[in-house]
């Protein structure tokens, strides 16, 4: 019988390009798995002493709770021998069955409430989630102490689901907001049974509200270059903004790599990062436009928060003479949809805008449904 604990094939790495940590357990030729619940990425493990490396921010806490884990797990298997000794020697389902079964550790039970368990969860995968996530996280917490105080995570099932949906009904008119809360709330409640900090009460409860789509908004070229052509008319402040949105507007960049733009980014002809929000590695052939974008943000400021920007983002439209409410994730929108109308494939533009999907790019092709009527026409010459 051997138990250790074991970072999972480099094939099982979620979006963020971290991989799950599993205590692996062997038992006459024999062997199963089970999930920490805990990710880190490769070079923040140690594999010859089977921890994470200080690499990683918080991994005292972690390996901590990782030490933890382990013991409570070595221990359950122990109770298990001693309870059953002729099936566990015998049948590893037996093993995993009685283990899965098994009681949870003192650590689990000092862990009672949502809200405790959220900022628990939060706190031990804090390099996983954006800070904009984590706030989600925190605020959907709230909303379940607004809604019941001190609710125990024993205490959470199906009747409980519908009335926190009725609830958050009564404080969202959008529906897609209301639908992310919710989702956040099931994704928080489904780690909670994963990590055994509760059992599952839930399995019968489905959302009521759907998704609808929304009209993005997007900037048409002629948009794009009426900021580009006002430039100079702006105070200081707001020409820089416009030049990040610019620059933003031609490589389809979210804000978060944006407000850490490199010129060292800038190799062989092409654009090369890490995006932070998924660590996936993306490579934009420079063009003229971008080549433009890049020279202009030379030696500016860095851009300010996301909230201000927004702010001036709004006000720079309506100088520039466009009549449309804009953010900096506009810019994203605009250069997935002039990916789109120039004609760039679909599969192209995924690569570029790193979109797990094909169906979430061709959202923006959809926008430009007037493209597929042009291209049609060609045939008539037939």
């Known amino acids: 019988m051997k138990i250790i604990v074991v970072l999972a094939k480099f094939k099982q790495e ?9 205590i692996r357990y062997s038992h006459r030729s024999k062997t199963f798995y089970k999930t920490t619940g805990l990710f880190v ?19 005292v806490a972690m390996n901590a709770l990782l030490s933890k884990m382990k013991e ?6 122990w109770n298990a021998r001693v309870e059953n000794e002729k099936n566990f020697n015998n049948d590893i389902h037996f093993v995993r069955n009685a283990l899965s079964q098994s009681k949870q550790s003192q650590n689990n039970k000092k862990i009672k409430t949502f809200s ?22 925190a605020y959907v917490a709230l909303l379940c102490e607004q809604f019941e105080k001190n609710i125990l995570l024993e205490k959470i099932d ?6 926190f949906e009725n609830f958050l009904k009564k404080k969202y008119a959008n529906n897609n907001t209301l639908s992310k809360k919710i989702e956040y709330f099931l994704f928080l409640y489904k780690k909670a049974v994963e990590l055994n900090f509760c059992t599952n009460k839930t399995s019968l409860y489905k959302k009521t509200v759907k998704k609808q789509d929304v009209l993005k908004t997007v900037l048409e070229i002629a948009e794009v270059k009426q900021i580009e052509d006002k430039l100079n008319e702006m105070n200081d402040g707001d020409a820089n903004i416009s030049k990040w949105f610019l620059l933003a507007c031609f490589t389809g960049l979210r804000f ?14 092409e654009l090369i990062l890490q995006t932070k929000k998924t660590s996936s590695i993306v490579s ?9 974008a890049i020279e202009r943000v030379k030696n500016i400021p860095p851009i300010i928060s996301n909230q201000k920007a927004n702010e001036r983002l709004k006000f720079i439209a309506r100088v520039c003479g466009i009549d449309k409410t804009i953010s900096f994730h506009t810019a994203r929108h605009t250069f997935a949809c002039i990916c789109a109308e120039i004609g760039v494939p679909i599969e192209v533009t995924q690569k570029w805008l790193w979109h797990s999907d094909t169906k979430i790019t061709l959202v923006y092709y959809k926008l430009k449904g007037k493209q597929y009527t042009e291209q049609s026409a060609k045939f008539n010459f037939l």
């Open 116 to 137: 405790d368990f959220t900022k628990h969860f939060v706190a031990m995968n804090e390099n996983t989630f954006s800070d904009a996530t984590k706030r989600r996280f």
């Open 72 to 77: 409570d797990f070595e221990a359950s298997v």
């Open 41 to 59: 990425k490769k070079n923040e493990w140690d594999d010859t002493h089977k921890q994470i490396n200080n690499k990683r921010k918080n991994y």
């Open 14 to 22: 979620n979006k963020y390009g971290e991989l799950p940590i599993y």
């Open 158 to 163: 199906q009747n409980f689901c519908i009335g």
């Open 284 to 292: 934009i052939p420079l063009n003229a436009p971008i080549i433009r």
């Open 256 to 269: 978060s790599d944006v407000e850490r733009f490199s010129d060292k980014w800038v190799n062989n002809n």
